[in-house]
C-alpha cells in the first residue's frame, strides 16, 4: 500500500477578507507527482507557500511523515525535508552556479559542507545539464538555465518532497519539451514531487494524481484524465482568464 509523506488537512489561509485557500484535504504519497492545477488566482502558490512555510495557515494541520509542519518557519520545514523553487526564480545573483547549489546543500534536510557539498553540488548540476557552466555568475545564465539551478540547489536540500511552482512557466517549446523531460526523469528516479502548473501537456505526462483549485476550493481530484474531463473543472477553467 502506498505510504502517505504529506497530509494536508482542513487548510485555510485568510488574507484579511479574503478567503485564498478554504478547508483543503489531500494527500501525497512516496514516490508520487501530485499536481495542485486550477485558474488563475485559485489559491494554488498559497497551498504551496504554506507546506514550505512561507506563511503559516490561518487554521488546518499539514503533517510530514506523520510530524506536524504547519506554521513553523521555513527553514525548519527545509531541514525536516521539504525543497522549493519559486514561480519568480531566486537566486543569489553574487555568486556562482555551484556555489548557489552548495547553499541549498548545507541548509537542507542533511547538512553537508566543503569538499562534500561541493561534489554533491557538481552531480547535481550535471544530473540538470549544467554540467558545463557550474562555475559561471548566476547572473549571465538563460532563463532556462536559472531554473536548472534552482531545481540543482532543491535537489540539494535532498528533500523528502520536492515543491515546483509553476517550474516550466516562460519556457519556449523546446526548453519546454527538454523541462518536461527533466521532471519525468526526476519522477523515474522516484522522487515525491508537487507541481503546481498550467502547461496542461506537462500535467497529462508528469502527474499521477491532480488536485484542482478553484476560488481556493478542492473542486475535483484523480488522475489527470478524470479531473480534465470533470465538468466543474471545465467549468472554472472556462471561466477563468484565457491563459489559465
Ligand atoms: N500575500 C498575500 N496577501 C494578500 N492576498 C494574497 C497574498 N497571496 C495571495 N493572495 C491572494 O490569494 C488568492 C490566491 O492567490 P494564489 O497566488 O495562491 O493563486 P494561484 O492559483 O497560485 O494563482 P496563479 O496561477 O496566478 O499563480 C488571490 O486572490 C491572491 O490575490
Redo the contacts with the bound molecule.
Keep these: 500500500m502506498a505510504r502517505v509523506v504529506l497530509e494536508v488537512r482542513d487548510v485555510t489561509k485568510r488574507?484579511g477578507g479574503?478567503v485564498?485557500v478554504r478547508e483543503m484535504v489531500f494527500d501525497v504519497n512516496h514516490n508520487e507527482v501530485l499536481g495542485i492545477i486550477?485558474p488563475?488566482?485559485?489559491?494554488?502558490?498559497?497551498m504551496i507557500n504554506m507546506i514550505s512555510g512561507t506563511f503559516p495557515p490561518s487554521s488546518g494541520s499539514i503533517r510530514l511523515n506523520g510530524q506536524e509542519i504547519a506554521g513553523k518557519p521555513a527553514h525548519r520545514i527545509a531541514r525536516q525535508g521539504v525543497a522549493r523553487t519559486f514561480?519568480l526564480v531566486r537566486l543569489l545573483p553574487e555568486l556562482s552556479v555551484v556555489e548557489n547549489v552548495i547553499a541549498g546543500a548545507a541548509f537542507g534536510h542533511r547538512k553537508r559542507w566543503g569538499a562534500e557539498a561541493e561534489s554533491f553540488a557538481r552531480t547535481l548540476l550535471e544530473r540538470v545539464g549544467l554540467g558545463r557552466q557550474i562555475n559561471m555568475p548566476v547572473s549571465s545564465l538563460t532563463y532556462i538555465n536559472t531554473k536548472r539551478v534552482e531545481l540543482a540547489r532543491a535537489l540539494a536540500c535532498e528533500p523528502e518532497v520536492l515543491l515546483l511552482d509553476?517550474w516550466l512557466a516562460g519556457l519556449n517549446p523546446t526548453e519546454l519539451e527538454t523541462g518536461i523531460d527533466l521532471i519525468k526523469s526526476l519522477r523515474d528516479e522516484g522522487r515525491t514531487i508537487i507541481l503546481?502548473e498550467?502547461v496542461m501537456d506537462a500535467i497529462r505526462s508528469l502527474c499521477d494524481r491532480c488536485v484542482v483549485?478553484s476560488s481556493?476550493a478542492k473542486i475535483a481530484e484523480g488522475t489527470p484524465t478524470e479531473v480534465l474531463a470533470d465538468e466543474e473543472v471545465i467549468r472554472a477553467y472556462l471561466g477563468a482568464d484565457e491563459d489559465a
Design positions: 488574507f479574503l485564498a486550477g488563475n488566482g485559485s489559491g494554488k502558490s498559497t514561480q509553476e503546481v498550467h483549485m481556493g
